[in-house]
C-alpha cells in the first residue's frame, strides 16, 4: 500500500525540473561534519540539543567522517598547524558541499590577530556562509542553515562549484 | 610565610631568596640549579613534589637592566607543607642551555618542551626536544621580545612523528628488527586532531598489537592562538575577554583566577560582597564545567542519554548566565578590583531554581550510571595512574584527587572565604575513569552545598573598592567632575599600574590549579603573562594511562580528564 505522496498521485506523472526536485532533497538533509575547534564547538552543541534542535531543519545527522557530509561546519579558531588539516578534511568531502564559517575566528581569525591564527579559514577553503559572534549564539547557527538552505534552492546541477578558489595552501 | 623564607635560606645558603606574595622565590646560578632543585624534590623536610610549571623571560626590553637577556623560573610546590618556590637562573647563553628537571620531574619534559619553543632555550639533557604548541616548519620563538607577534608562519604539511613513535615502542623493547619479523603486526593508527573523540584539538598516534596500545605518543598545539603574546599588548582589563577563552567551559572561574593574580600584586583587598560573588559564580561554573565533562564522556561511552539530562541543565545555566552578563558562554564578569557588576534583583530565586535543577539532572543520569554494569566494566581498573605518577606528571584537580591524592587549593591554601565553608574534598582510590567520574559527580554536589552556603551569608554592599587608580569612578562623577572624568580616562588608557616585578598566584580551577605568572615593568600592561594551565600537564602523563590498555579507552580517557583546547594550547 502506498503511503504519503504516491498515495495522492496513483499512476500519474510529475513533471518538474531535475534542479528543483534535487534541490529540495539537499535542501533538507544537509549532513553536517562538524570541524570543531574551539569555543563555538560548545555552542554548536546548543544548537544541537533538546531546547534549539537542529533536526527541525533535517540537519542532525552529524557526521565526523568527511566522506559522509555535505556540509562542513568550521566551529572556532584554526591555527596555522590546524590549516592543512582543515584543507585534507574539506577535500575529502564530497561534492556538492558547503561551508559554514561559525563565528569570528573563523571568519576572520577574531581577536587573535597573531603569529599563529589563520586570518579567515577563506584564506584556506572557500566559505559559503559566515556567521558573527564571538562565540554566536546557537539560534545564528540556524539562521546560517537556513542561508544555506537558500543558497542550495538557487544552484544547478550543471554547474561545477569553487572550481577556481586558490588558497594559501593550494 | 616567614618560616619558608626561613627555611630554604637554611637550606640553600649559596641562593638568594626572596620573599613574594605567597612564595619563595630562589635565585640561582645555572651551575647550583640542579643541586637546587634536586634538594627541593628530594629532601623530606621540603618534598616539594609539584613541578606546577616551567617557563623563561626575556628581558630584551625591560626597563632595568639584568645579568642576561634570559631567564628561567621554574614554579614548584610542596602541597603537603603548602608551600611554593619559584627558582630563577639566568642563561648566558639559549643556544648552549642549562641542565634539564625531566630526572627529577616528568612535567618538565613538557614544560622545557614549551620553553624551548616559545623561547628558544636549550635544556641539557632533555629526551626528547622539539616544538610542542607551534607547528614544526615554524622558524623563531614567537615569545622573544624580538619577534614580531603579526608574523604568522603558513604551516604546509603535519609533523609525520614516525621518529617519535619509533622512539616510544624502543622504550618497550620492541626495534625495527622486531617490527620487520613476520608475527610481529604492530599497526600504527591516528587518532585526531580532528575526530570527534579527541575534541577538535589534540592528536594521539598510537601503537597498536591487536586492539591493545603499545606505545603512544600525542601531539597538541592545534588550537595554540598566542594568548601569551597577544596579553602582553593588552592592558591587564583587557586580557579578562581572552582567559574567558581559555577553559571555555568555565570562563567565569578564569576571570576570577586572572584578577586574583593581578590584585594579589597589587594588595587590593577587595569588598566582602565581591568575594562572594567570586566564590558563588566560580563554585556555581565548577559544576557547569563538570556537566560538560561527564555529558561529553557518556556521549563517548555510548550513553547518549546522559547527555540531554546533563547538556540540558548547562543550557539552562546559560539562560541564566545571559541574564546576569549579557553572554552565554564568555562571561567577562570580573575587574580588577571587583565585579563588572552586582547580581540583579531577583537572581537569588533563579540561582536556586537553576541548582535544583543540575541536582535533577545529575540525580538522573547518576540513576543511569552508578549501578550499570557496562559503565563499571569500561571504567574500573582502566587507564590507572597512581598518586605519586599522577604528582609526577603535574596533575592537579580533580584527576590529581581521583589518583588519591587530597590536594585541593581551596583547602590547602584558601582564599575567599574558603575556610568558613562547609565542604568536603572527594578522592578516588585507583586513579581510574571510574574515579575520575565520581570524583567530578561528587564535586558537583560539593559546589552546589557552596553556592547555597554562600548565598546565605554573602553580606550587602559595594562590589568594586573605591581606589580610582584600580577601578572605575562611578559614572555621576565622570560626568560631574573633572578627578572623576580624568580617572577614567587614565584607567581605560594605560590601564591598572602594578608596580615592577614578578609574582605567581594561583586559583582551584574546575580542571585543577589554574596559575598565572607576571612579569610587569611598572606600566599597565603586563611585560609577560605566562598561564599555568592544569590541562597541559595532564595531556602530559596520557600516554602513561593508556599504555597497555584497549584503543577504545583511550577515546574515554581522553574525556575523563576533560581536556579543553583553549586552555591546553592557549
Not at chain 1, 114 to 130: A, E, L, R
Not at chain 2, 444 to 449: E, L, M, N, R, V
Not at chain 2, 523 to 551: A, D, L, N
Request: aromatic fraction near 10%.
Amino acid at each position: 500500500m502506498a503511503l504519503g505522496i504516491e498515495a495522492k498521485l496513483g499512476d500519474s506523472v510529475l513533471t518538474t525540473k531535475l534542479d528543483v526536485v534535487v534541490n529540495w532533497g539537499r535542501q533538507y538533509s544537509l549532513w553536517p561534519m562538524v570541524f570543531g575547534t574551539a569555543c563555538c564547538a560548545i555552542e554548536f552543541m546548543s544548537a544541537a540539543a533538546s531546547q534549539l534542535d537542529i533536526s527541525r531543519w533535517g540537519a542532525e545527522v552529524v557526521r565526523f567522517s568527511p566522506r559522509q557530509a555535505d556540509l562542513m561546519l568550521v566551529c572556532g579558531t584554526i591555527s596555522y598547524k590546524q590549516a592543512p588539516i582543515l584543507k585534507r578534511i574539506y577535500e575529502q568531502m564530497p561534492e556538492p558541499k558547503w561551508v559554514v564559517a561559525m563565528g569570528a575566528c573563523a571568519s576572520s581569525g577574531g581577536v587573535y590577530d597573531n603569529y599563529c591564527t589563520v586570518q579567515g579559514i577563506d584564506n584556506i577553503i572557500p566559505v559559503d556562509v559566515y556567521i558573527s559572534g564571538c562565540p554566536p549564539r546557537p539560534e545564528a547557527v540556524l539562521d546560517a542553515l537556513m542561508k544555506i538552505q537558500d543558497q542550495i534552492k538557487g544552484e544547478s546541477v550543471l554547474n561545477d562549484r569553487h572550481k577556481d578558489f586558490k588558497g594559501v595552501l593550494d | 610565610m616567614n618560616t619558608a623564607l626561613e627555611l630554604m635560606q637554611a637550606k640553600f645558603p649559596k641562593a638568594t631568596c626572596t620573599p613574594t606574595i605567597d612564595s619563595v622565590t630562589i635565585d640561582v646560578q645555572p651551575e647550583q640549579l640542579e643541586k637546587t632543585l634536586s634538594g627541593l624534590k628530594n629532601d623530606p623536610e621540603l618534598d616539594f613534589g609539584l613541578l606546577l610549571d616551567v617557563t623563561a623571560i626575556d628581558y630584551l626590553k625591560y626597563p632595568q637592566s639584568k645579568e642576561t637577556r634570559f631567564y628561567v623560573v621554574y614554579t614548584i610546590r610542596s602541597w603537603k607543607k603548602n608551600m611554593l618556590v619559584q627558582v630563577r637562573t639566568p642563561v648566558p647563553d639559549p643556544e648552549s642551555g642549562i641542565p634539564t628537571a625531566t630526572h627529577l620531574w616528568e612535567s618538565a619534559n613538557w614544560g622545557e618542551r614549551e620553553t624551548y619553543d616559545q623561547y628558544g632555550i636549550h635544556f641539557i639533557g632533555h629526551p626528547d626536544l622539539r616544538r610542542i604548541l607551534n607547528h614544526w616548519q615554524f622558524e623563531g620563538h614567537p615569545l622573544r621580545k624580538d619577534y614580531d607577534i603579526y608574523k604568522g608562519q603558513v604551516c604546509y604539511d603535519s609533523d609525520p612523528m614516525e621518529k617519535e613513535i619509533k622512539a616510544r615502542l624502543a622504550t618497550k623493547g620492541i626495534d625495527e628488527l622486531t617490527m620487520k619479523d613476520i608475527n610481529t603486526e604492530i599497526m600504527f593508527l591516528n587518532i585526531g586532531p580532528s575526530h570527534p573523540a579527541t575534541h577538535g584539538a589534540i592528536r594521539i598516534l598510537t601503537a597498536l598489537d591487536g586492539e591493545t596500545v603499545i606505545a603512544n605518543v600525542n601531539e597538541v598545539g592545534y588550537l595554540h592562538r598566542g594568548f601569551e603574546k597577544t596579553a602582553e599588548n593588552r592592558t591587564y582589563n583587557q586580557i579578562i575577554p581572552l582567559t574567558d577563552r581559555l577553559n571555555y567551559c568555565s570562563s567565569l572561574m578564569n576571570n576570577v583566577a586572572f584578577v586574583k593574580a593581578v590584585e594579589s600584586w597589587l594588595g587590593v583587598e577587595i569588598t566582602e560582597r565581591a568575594k562572594f560573588m567570586r566564590v558563588i559564580l566560580s563554585e556555581f561554573y565548577r559544576a557547569l564545567d563538570h556537566l560538560v565533562c561527564l555529558a561529553a564522556l557518556f556521549v563517548d561511552m555510548g550513553g547518549l542519554t546522559n547527555y540531554w539530562y546533563l547538556y540540558n541543565e548547562k543550557e539552562a545555566a546559560y539562560d541564566l548566565i545571559s541574564r546576569l552578563c549579557g553572554a552565554r558562554l564568555t562571561s567577562s564578569f570580573t575587574r580588577v578590583g571587583g565585579m563588572y557588576r552586582d547580581f540583579y534583583e531577583g537572581w537569588e530565586a533563579d540561582l536556586e531554581n537553576q541548582l535544583r535543577g543540575i541536582e535533577k539532572g545529575v540525580n538522573d543520569s547518576l540513576a543511569l550510571v552508578a549501578k550499570n554494569r557496562i559503565v563499571h566494566d569500561r571504567s574500573q581498573g582502566v587507564c590507572c595512574l597512581p598518586g605519586d605518577r599522577a604528582l609526577a606528571y603535574g596533575f592537579t584537580g580533580p584527576n590529581l584527587r581521583a589518583s588519591g591524592v587530597p590536594f585541593d587549593l581551596r583547602k590547602d591554601n584558601p582564599y575567599y572565604n574558603y575556610d568558613a565553608f562547609d565542604f568536603s574534598v572527594p578522592v578516588g582510590t585507583n586513579g581510574d575513569i571510574y574515579d575520575r567520574i565520581m570524583v567530578r559527580f561528587e564535586e558537583i554536589f560539593q559546589s552546589i552545598s557552596i553556592v547555597r552556603q554562600a548565598m546565605k551569608m554573602i553580606p550587602k554592599g559595594p562590589v568594586n573598592v573605591a581606589d580610582p587608580h584600580v577601578c572605575l569612578p562611578p559614572k555621576d562623577q565622570v560626568y560631574s567632575n573633572i578627578e572623576g572624568l580624568a580617572g577614567h580616562f587614565k584607567l581605560v588608557f594605560e590601564g591598572v599600574r602594578t608596580p615592577p616585578g614578578e609574582w605567581y598566584d594561583s586559583f582551584e580551577a574546575a580542571n585543577g590549579e589554574l596559575g598565572f605568572h607576571f612579569v610587569s615593568d611598572g606600566s599597565g600592561q603586563p611585560y609577560k603573562c605566562k598561564v599555568r594551565p592544569p590541562c597541559f600537564y595532564t595531556m602530559g602523563g596520557f600516554h602513561e594511562m593508556v599504555e597497555g590498555e584497549m584503543i577504545a579507552d583511550t577515546v574515554i580517557n581522553l574525556s575523563s580528564i576533560n581536556i579543553i583546547g583553549g586552555e591546553l594550547d592557549r
